[in-house]
């Protein structure tokens, strides 16, 4: 608590007494705390792949004139380098993007009809080489619709961002599996992974901003807290889906989205000026 105190006086002079204002500041402090943590996140977010650009492009450029690098390495250093570019543009979309959801700004969805199995498939082909450790499934449960109405680029962003996630918190490798099931209306689509899992009190914390388990487990695994936030508002927001996630510490977890086959546009975009 901040106080303020001052004493009263009558119209005479003389003292009646004096009057305290308490203000309960434990959740500016709180979000002071998350501030700063976030900034210390946000800085280790960033310097980590620049570091990786700047030691890789300069190892090239010292290798240059004297022949130093085969073509081959050449080929493997540029790759780090177009990789750690890619993650830099990742991080700074998610914070211009949660500060557009933050002042009320739309996050301008482009919607079209669009075929749904192979945006699937690209997904998980994509996940699937960027980690060795890890076998990453599509399962489809029964005949998907041949189209849905949403926004595709955003519907990519939301399987990338839980993909990532399955693949960052199980660092003991495992299956990551993708489920398709058309349920006539709507297609549920679920993220299993057999990582770490999510204790009870944080399932539905973890679509909070800035929200992150912090123990034991994922104390040395770097993230702003901001990519199930942003996935949510894709969800929920741009596609009138719903999103929520279920999980055993220890055994995995599960993000379950829904999102309408057949998305009314004219409505969602009402939704979303
Ligand atoms: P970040 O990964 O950058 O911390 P997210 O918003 O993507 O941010 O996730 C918020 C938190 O939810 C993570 O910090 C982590 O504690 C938890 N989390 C998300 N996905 C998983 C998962 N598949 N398994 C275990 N924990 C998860």
Redesign the pocket.
Known sequence: YEAQAASVHGEDGKDLGVVVILNDVTDMRNIDKMKSSFVAMASHELRTPLTAIKGFSSTLLEGLDADLYTKEDQREFLGIVVSECDRLRRLIDDLLNTSRIESGESLQPNYSRFPLLPLLEKSVAVQQQASSKHRVLLQVHNALPETIVGDEDKLDQILT?LLN??I??SPNGGDVTVHAKNEGESTLIGVE?Q????PKEHLQR?FEKF???NNDD?RKIY???????LVHHLVTQVHMGEIWAESEVGKG?TFWVRIPNELDIEKAKQANE
């Open positions: 961002n996630n399955a960052k918190y992974d990582g770490m899992g999510i973890v929200h992150r388990v994922n993230g702003t807290g901001l990519g199930l936030f977890s």
